[in-house]
């Protein structure tokens, strides 16, 4: 390991099971969300994810897409306002598990002090819906939001993306070619979806994290892409990125994706395009899912607000 973990993640990964990733099956990964749920809607679930802003009201929407209906959950300031920035976000698991609920504690806050217009979209999942279905609903899902933001209170010529691990590859994706993007906020990010993910130095050194462990990103490829699907065509690493929006990276120093990180930065920078990218150096996998078992969540959202408040202030002219 690259650091040290922290004291509560340490005894959460002594006393919990997981399922064997390397002979799970379709049908167990449909069948292991509702433990999942069940365990994010307990006291301790709660402990571990964070509670949501007092400061922002949740509600849940659906969004008409062709052939298919989505659910997205909106985090709007409880103080009101309209004109408000957009923020478009894409929950992690590795495109076969996660809910929008899990960001609670990270999007209610960015909706209550920004403040901010915030939803998040509750994409389709793999198995039951292969890549590049998560790819389609976010590419599809965005520019219909942008489109009712004047329902919420917001503005969509101010609009931001934000997703985490698998999320982010989203949030990626989606940036390419989308209109009045002031800037995007790349989280712990999957970048790279090709084989080359396990040639990166963190993910041997990074190997015996306690989240998204080798075996665990082994089966998401095996799960969420099709056989014979060529996985540069999700992965953000391999696309042009010039006229790319600012973008905020935050790595995780423990996480065995860590590496995809600096090096998508630097291609940014290469592309001309203006990049902040932030190691939080005791921070494993989805640390910002996991307030109460890992400090650096606390300051990584201080950061994430700050980031936005400035790319989001300007309601007209060019984008920063």
């Known amino acids: 390991m690259r650091g040290r973990v922290p004291v509560r993640m340490r005894v959460l990964a002594a006393l919990k099971g997981g399922p064997d990733w390397d002979s799970i099956t379709p049908a167990e990964v449909v069948e292991g969300r509702g433990a999942q749920e069940k365990l994010r809607r307990s006291a301790f679930g709660t402990f571990v994810t964070g509670r949501s802003d007092r400061g922002a009201l949740g509600t849940d929407h659906t969004l008409e897409l062709a052939g298919r209906t989505l659910r997205v959950r909106v985090h709007r300031p409880v103080r009101g306002g309209s004109g408000l920035p957009l923020i478009v976000a894409f929950h992690g698991g590795g495109f076969i598990t996660g809910v929008p609920e899990q960001d609670d504690w990270l999007l209610s806050h960015l909706a209550a002090e920004c403040p901010a217009v915030v939803v998040s979209v509750d994409y389709r999942l793999a198995p039951e819906h292969p890549i590049p279905a998560a790819v389609e609903d976010a590419r599809d899902a965005v520019p219909l939001l942008v489109a009712r933001a004047g329902e919420w209170g917001a503005d969509g010529t101010r609009l931001a993306l934000l997703g985490s691990s698998a999320g982010a590859t989203l949030a990626a994706l989606t940036a390419f070619g989308t209109r009045d993007l002031r800037t995007q906020v790349l989280i712990n990010p999957q970048l790279d979806?090709?084989?080359?993910?396990?040639?990166?130095?963190?993910?041997?050194?990074?190997?015996?994290?306690?989240?998204?462990?080798?075996?665990?990103?082994?089966?998401?490829?095996?799960?969420?892409?099709?056989?014979?699907?060529?996985?540069?065509?999700?992965?953000?690493?391999?696309?042009?990125?010039?006229?790319?929006?600012?973008?905020?990276?935050?790595?995780?120093?423990?996480?065995?994706?860590?590496?995809?990180?600096?090096?998508?930065?630097?291609?940014?920078?290469?592309?001309?395009?203006?990049?902040?990218?932030?190691?939080?150096?005791?921070?494993?996998?989805?640390?910002?899912?996991?307030?109460?078992?890992?400090?650096?969540?606390?300051?990584?959202?201080?950061?994430?607000?700050?980031?936005?408040?400035?790319?989001?202030?300007?309601?007209?002219?060019?984008?920063?």
């Open 193 to 320: 979806w090709t084989d080359g993910v396990f040639d990166y130095p963190s993910f041997t050194e990074n190997a015996d994290s306690p989240t998204a462990t080798p075996a665990n990103c082994r089966a998401v490829q095996r799960l969420a892409l099709p056989e014979g699907f060529d996985a540069r065509q999700i992965s953000p690493m391999f696309h042009d990125l010039a006229g790319c929006a600012p973008t905020l990276i935050q790595s995780a120093g423990l996480d065995p994706l860590e590496d995809q990180s600096p090096a998508y930065a630097d291609r940014l920078r290469q592309a001309g395009v203006e990049v902040t990218l932030t190691r939080y150096p005791e921070a494993t996998h989805g640390f910002l899912s996991m307030r109460g078992l890992i400090p650096a969540a606390g300051p990584a959202r201080a950061e994430i607000l700050d980031h936005l408040r400035s790319h989001l202030a300007v309601r007209s002219g060019a984008r920063r």
